[in-house]
């Protein structure tokens, strides 16, 4: 099947740094893709969809500002968490696909100190 | 909001049983999907079932859906070990272009 790559694996930053984490669609090119964010033993929560070559759509809640999206290529897309606080902590997932099958990066484990 | 709601919450097994898993859900979908996920890691599809069907096979699986109902139930046969994973439903909404939106999941586990 297709693989989705993320990096960093996990990352452990300082409250008020940003962060950049990478998505991408390794054997497939993908115009979408979404952003997850998921707290322990909870469910993914959909953050925002990444749209290749156009801005990124925000579920509602999520401040655009602060979690920006870059979609700058077929198989890349990045989310940068700006200002980041221990609230932010989470497991960040990306996954990409078809209509039909939606495949999974590892995640990105997030600790903000 | 949640769309998916999964129960049990949690199932505890032994190896060798048949673990079954439902989902309930709110809206109308075009699909229900069923994804597993090992502890702190991605998560991987399993099956997808569309709205206009109402059971599907793969392998140890059996997915059913009931759309009067809003309702899927995940059945695993022969349960191994390795089976222990949390297992969450999806359901895709028309017109929502691959947006999935998951329920709270079942942590299964399988004892040998």
């Known amino acids: 099947g297709a693989v989705v790559s993320q990096h960093p694996s996990w990352v452990i930053c300082k409250s008020g740094t940003s962060v950049k984490i990478e998505c991408r669609s390794l054997?497939?090119?993908?115009?979408?893709m979404f952003w997850y964010r998921q707290f322990p033993k909870q469910s993914l929560m959909l953050m925002a969809t990444?749209?290749?070559?156009?801005?990124?759509?925000?579920e509602q809640g999520v401040e655009k500002d602060k979690f920006l999206i870059n979609h700058a290529s077929l198989t890349l897309s990045t989310l940068t968490v700006t200002s980041a606080h221990p609230e932010d902590s989470s497991f960040y997932i990306c996954?990409?696909?078809?209509?039909?099958?939606?495949?999974f990066g590892p995640g990105t484990r997030l600790t903000v100190l | 909001s949640q769309q998916g709601e999964e129960d049990p919450q949690a199932l505890s097994i032994q190896e060798g049983e048949n673990a079954t898993m439902n989902c309930s859900y709110k809206?109308?979908?075009?699909?229900l999907q069923w994804y597993r996920q090992n502890s702190g890691r991605g998560l991987v599809h399993l099956i997808l079932?569309?709205?206009?069907?109402r059971e599907k096979h793969s392998g140890r699986l059996r997915v059913t859906l009931d759309t009067s109902k809003k309702s899927s139930s995940l059945l695993i046969t022969a349960s191994r070990a390795a089976d222990t994973a949390s297992y969450f439903c999806?359901?895709?909404?028309?017109?929502?272009?691959?947006?999935?939106?998951f329920g709270k999941g079942i942590t299964l586990s399988v004892r040998p």
């Open positions: 996954s990409a696909g078809d209509p039909d099958t939606q495949y």
């Open positions: 054997d497939f090119q993908a115009t979408t």
């Open positions: 990444s749209n290749e070559g156009s801005k990124a759509t925000y």
């Open positions: 809206t109308s979908i075009n699909n």
């Open positions: 079932i569309r709205s206009n069907e």
């Open positions: 999806a359901t895709e909404r028309p017109g929502a272009n691959s947006k999935l939106t």
